[in-house]
Each structure stands twice: as structure tokens, then as C-alpha cells.
């Protein structure tokens, strides 16, 4: 793990800034896609993968934050760069209206509530609810990105600042780590009795990571938004949901896990093209044999230092 | 009135398949704890098989006999299917972290989902006319033979898997498995034959409901299993996962609730009203109507 922090990540640092003038417009998109759903699959895991709240709707807010940026860029006529803000704070918000009544609910329960929220996200998008969502084309036809008067459309632009998100993201749960909320998310993860126990307020901290997770899903979303200038609703359905949850679940909730499982989801079906009804069904053995091989994940978190002998093993998992 | 009388029986029939499908989650969650993803599509599946046994196997007869038949058969190749899923995808976690197996199930439901797609192709099929088209005109509210066989043979099937749970020493055993699995072994009872007894169970009764569905609705896809095996887990849910009873009275009420709303509301909002009243039961009541109010255990 440590040899990976100190040359994995400078050298994917460099050849991710370099990329996009090693390749041609297809894949400069299919970049940029990779790019945003690793912000969303890393978002995903804070609630995850970090606290153990078995979440599988991310693409609710993932598309809040994309409908945000949508709705107050063609509604209100909004410059795309000046509804980060909003697109963090709305999704930050749903996240905690919606999570303060579930989060104490049993693993599984939680997970088929926000599998509904999602549900529900989708319908109400699609039903164009107050004349301002679309109905099911979705919405197009926004600007492109410009700042201080400098337009920049071209994809390289975009490239750079799904780029940007990227590195607040992992900056973020760099941070997070060695915080006090990162650690009570930790504990509360390992066993919540114990942590509430020692005085830990495990009902807040949950909400907070549900805020923090969904706030920076809103900013990948505002960069979705960004890179095809159109949302539309079956770009946050339940599957895109499923796919995240797995993810971080086969990746093992690591920073290079969930980079290569974003990799496996969604670059490689561009490479093998040919193959592309198969897709879903060869992920679907992947995944199991990637379980039975690796039950903990490809490349399982590790947690601060703590000696080995320490560590005893939890067998029967979250 | 009228309305209500006919959302009443059209509500009655969607719930009963949605209890028939339920019934295979909540006895699979209350031995594993799982949630068993793979089981919608498998009900999916099982509209497909019955669809190919009718015209390969039986050559399109639609007879007393043909018909059964094809119930039988499809429920024997689904129960086949359902044993060989616990062996190769569930089985090798079973000590593994919850969300392994989840994500097995999520690999095992997009397994049998693209199956099914790259089998019987993309678009949707019509499901054979196996049972006459009757309908009774019961003073404005009209009921069709299909609704009646289904309502009815649900009926019997529910009330013969209850006796058989709560009468036998198998169903001893399945109850005890649900309790404590290592209590159980200790006992004598072979936990791994009563979860491939519980598969065989369930996967047979979601073939009956796959086939229902076809029958009552026609129009069959690769990817309904998502749809429907949402609808009947919410109804687990909402009854209490891993009680048998609770998942039969579950559906009914889910089948009940989802035809008033398209009754008197609208069906394009029928998702968004089922999964705020899951949320709202789940306030009130967390786990679920006939749950038990258990305490984490430590």
C-alpha cells in the first residue's frame, strides 16, 4: 500500500494530466467518463465502503447534482461553472433530509430505501413533476463551460475539469482519513455499539457522510452535465446505482480498487465493443468469481497503522 | 363502487403473484440473511422456459393436461436452476462479509438477466394463451378465468407451504435453520440440505409466479425481473423479511395498494407511492409488520 501511495499516484497523476493529448476524441470522452464516475464510485464509498451503510442509490445524487446544474444553466441562465455550488449544496442537503430518517435502520433495510429513493428520483424526473425536469428526453442543449469571459468548450477543457474533481475527491478522502469524522466512520463501520459506547454520535456522523458523499456526486454530476449538455433520466437509474455499489464492493473499497473496478465497468466495454450485448453478462460472472477469490475485495482498504497482531480477523464482515 | 370493487380483484390478483415471488426472498433471507438479487430474474426465466416448453416441447397444445404440464416443468427446471445458483455463487461465501454475497447475487441476477437477453433476444415476447379468455360480468366489475385460476391455485400453494413449515419435521428444520444456523447443526439438522431444500422451494414457486405473470399480463421481457422482484422484496420487506406469513400478507397489501393507486391515482406514479409507503412502514415500524422487534446482536 505504501509503495503505491508513493510512486502509484505520481505516476498516475502524470499520465492521466497527460492523456488527453495522447488521444483522439472517442476516447478523450471515454476519459472524461471515466474520470466522473470515479469521482461518483469514490463518493459512493465513503458511505459505503468507510461507514458500512449499505447505499445503493449514489446515482440519486448524482443526478441532482446534474439536474441542478442542468435546470439553473438552461432555466435561469446561469454560467455552468457558478452552479458548483448549488450542485454540491442541494445534493448535500437531499442527503441528509433523506438520510436522517432512514440511517438507523438494518444494513439491508437501508439499502432497499435508498434503492427506492432512487426509484422514486427517476420517476419524478420523468414525470417532468413542475414543468422543469424534461420529462424522459431529459434536458439539452446547455452551455458550454466558460470562465472570466475565457469560453471553454472543447473537450480537452472538460477533460481537465473532471480532472480537477478528481483530485479534490481524492484529496478529500485523503483528508478523511486521518480526521475525527473519517475515524468515527471507521469505528461506527467495525461496531457501532462500541462506538456509540464511548460517546460517539453515530446518528450525526452517518448523516454527515451521507452529506459529504452526496455533495460530491452533485459536483461529478454538474461535470456529466458539462461534458454532454444534456441529463436525461435513465442516466441515473437504478442500474447506474447497482453498478456503483459493486464497484466499490469488488474493488474493496481502496482508492485503486475503485479505480480499476471503474476501469473494468466502463472503459474496457469501449475496448471490446464487439462484445457489447455480452457485456453485462460476463460482468456478471466476473463479479461473482472476483467474490469467491477475493471476498474482501481486489485490493482491500487498510486503515491506519495498526500493528498486525492487533488485527483480528472479522470473519463474518459489516 | 365500481371502481373499487374492480381495483379490489385486479388488486387481489397482482398481489398473490407478488406474494407467490416474495414467499422465494423471505425464506432465502431468513436461513442466509441474503438478499437474493437473482431471484426476480429468475421469475423472468421462468416465463421464458414456460414460453419454449409450449412450443418445443408440447407443441402448442393448450389442453388440461399440457398446461400443467408446462407449470410442472417449469417449476422442476427453475428449482434446478435455483440449486445450482446457491452451489456455484452463494454457497462459496457463506462465511465471507454480507456485501460479498450481495454482490455475488447482483453478478448472478445480471448473469441470468443477459441470459435470458442473449437466449430469447432483446424484445419483448408473447406469452401464450395457455387458459381461455372468460370473463365474468359480476354487476360492473369483471373478472377473467386467469384471475380466478391465479388467485386460486396461490391460494392452495400458500396454504400448503404454511402447513408444510409449521407440520413437518422439514419445516421444523427450515424454521430452526432461520433462527440460529450453528444452534441448528448441533441439533442434527443439515443446514446445507435445508437451504438447497429452501432454493428448490423458492425458486419453484417464483416459476409459478413467473408463469402468472405471463399469463395475466402477455407481454414478457428480458429485464422484467428487476421490476417485479423489487415489487415482491418491498412486499417481503413490508411483511417482515424472513417471515413466511408476513410475506403473503405483504404482497396482498402491496398488490392492493399498487391497484387503488392506479386505480384512483395514476399507474405512472405507482413506483414512487410503493416506495414511500416502504419508507413510511419502515419508519413506523422497522422491521416490517409481522417482524419481530429484535434487538442488534452484539
Redesign the interface.
Known amino acids: 500500500m505504501k509503495s503505491i501511495q508513493r510512486f502509484g499516484y505520481p505516476i498516475f497523476f502524470v499520465i492521466m494530466a497527460l492523456l488527453p493529448h495522447l488521444l483522439d476524441p472517442r476516447w478523450q470522452a471515454v476519459a472524461i467518463t471515466f474520470l466522473i464516475f470515479s469521482v461518483v464510485a469514490l463518493s459512493q464509498d465513503i458511505v ?1 465502503g468507510k461507514s458500512g451503510m ?1 447505499n445503493m442509490g449514489q446515482a440519486l445524487f448524482f443526478g441532482i447534482g446534474a439536474y441542478t446544474t442542468a435546470i439553473l444553466n438552461t432555466q435561469f441562465g446561469w454560467p455552468l461553472l457558478a452552479t458548483i455550488p448549488l450542485a454540491i449544496l442541494i445534493p448535500a442537503l437531499f442527503g441528509v433530509l433523506l438520510a436522517g ?2 440511517v ?6 437501508l ?3 435508498t ?3 432512487n ?2 428520483f427517476v ?2 424526473v ?2 417532468n413533476l413542475g414543468g422543469i425536469t424534461g420529462g424522459p428526453n431529459g434536458i439539452f442543449g446547455l452551455d458550454s463551460m466558460s470562465l472570466f469571459g475565457l469560453q471553454l468548450s472543447s473537450q480537452v477543457d472538460v477533460y481537465y475539469f473532471a480532472f480537477a474533481v478528481l483530485l479534490i475527491t481524492l484529496w478529500i478522502m485523503h483528508n478523511l482519513e486521518g480526521s475525527k469524522p473519517g475515524r468515527a466512520l471507521h469505528y461506527l463501520r467495525e461496531d ?2 462500541a462506538a456509540e459506547s464511548i460517546g460517539i454520535n453515530t446518528r450525526i456522523y452517518k448523516i454527515f457522510a451521507f452529506a459529504l458523499s452526496a455533495g460530491i456526486a452533485g459536483l461529478a454530476g454538474t461535470v456529466f452535465a458539462t461534458q454532454y449538455s444534456a441529463v436525461s433520466p435513465e442516466a441515473f437509474n ?1 442500474m447506474q446505482s ?1 453498478l456503483f ?2 464497484i466499490v ?2 474493488g474493496g473499497s481502496s482508492v485503486p480498487g475503485v479505480l480499476i473496478g471503474v476501469f473494468v465497468m466502463f472503459v474496457l466495454p469501449e475496448i471490446f465493443r464487439e462484445f457489447a ?5 460476463i ?6 468469481a ?3 477469490l477475493r ?2 475485495g481486489i485490493i482491500p482498504a487498510s486503515f491506519g497503522k495498526i500493528p498486525k497482531f492487533l488485527i483480528k480477523e472479522n ?4 | 363502487m365500481d371502481i373499487f370493487l374492480q381495483q379490489l380483484a385486479n388488486g387481489l390478483t397482482i398481489g398473490s403473484m407478488f406474494a407467490l415471488v416474495a414467499l422465494g426472498y423471505t425464506m432465502v433471507y431468513g436461513v442466509m440473511r441474503l438478499i437474493n438479487f437473482a431471484h426476480g430474474d429468475m421469475v423472468a426465466a421462468s416465463a421464458f422456459v414456460g414460453l419454449t416448453i409450449y412450443t418445443q416441447v408440447m407443441g402448442q397444445a393448450t389442453s388440461l393436461v399440457a398446461v400443467i404440464a408446462i407449470f410442472l416443468l417449469a417449476a422442476v427446471v427453475m428449482a434446478i436452476i435455483g440449486v445450482i445458483l446457491e452451489r456455484l455463487a452463494y454457497r462459496p461465501l457463506r462465511e465471507a462479509p454480507r456485501l460479498s454475497a450481495v454482490v455475488s447475487a447482483l453478478g448472478a441476477s445480471l448473469i441470468i438477466q443477459n441470459g435470458i437477453m442473449l437466449i430469447w433476444g432483446p424484445r419483448m415476447r408473447i406469452f401464450p394463451e395457455l387458459v381461455p379468455q372468460v370473463y365474468w360480468d359480476l354487476g360492473g366489475v369483471v373478472i377473467s378465468l386467469i384471475q380466478v385460476i391465479i388467485l386460486a391455485l396461490s391460494f392452495f400453494l400458500m396454504v400448503g407451504l404454511y402447513l408444510f413449515v409449521e407440520k413437518t419435521r422439514m419445516g421444523a428444520a427450515i424454521r430452526a435453520s432461520s433462527i440460529d444456523q450453528d444452534a441448528a447443526r448441533l441439533m442434527g439438522i443439515n443446514v446445507n440440505s435445508v437451504i438447497m431444500l429452501i432454493f428448490i422451494i423458492g425458486s419453484s414457486l417464483g416459476a409459478v409466479g413467473g408463469l402468472f405473470i405471463g399469463l395475466y399480463y402477455r407481454g414478457i421481457t428480458f429485464n422484467m425481473g428487476w421490476q417485479y422482484g423489487l415489487y415482491a422484496f418491498i412486499a417481503a420487506i413490508i411483511g417482515g423479511i424472513g417471515n413466511i406469513p408476513g410475506a403473503m400478507l405483504g404482497g396482498m397489501l402491496l398488490g392492493l395498494f399498487n391497484a387503488f393507486i392506479a386505480g384512483y391515482v395514476s399507474s405512472t406514479w405507482a413506483d414512487a407511492f410503493t416506495f414511500i409507503l416502504l419508507i413510511v412502514i419502515l419508519i413506523v415500524r422497522p422491521t416490517g409488520i409481522l417482524g419481530e422487534r429484535v434487538a442488534e446482536k452484539v
Do not use: K
Open positions: 459505503l449499505f430518517p432512514i438507523h435502520l438494518r444494513g439491508d433495510y439499502l432497499v430505501t434503492i427506492g429513493f426509484i422514486v420517476q419524478v420523468q414525470n457501532q455499539l437504478f447497482v455499489f459493486s464492493i469488488v450485448t455480452w457485456r453485462f453478462f460482468f456478471g460472472f466476473a463479479m461473482i472476483a467474490m469467491i471476498p474482501r470473519r463474518h464482515g459489516a
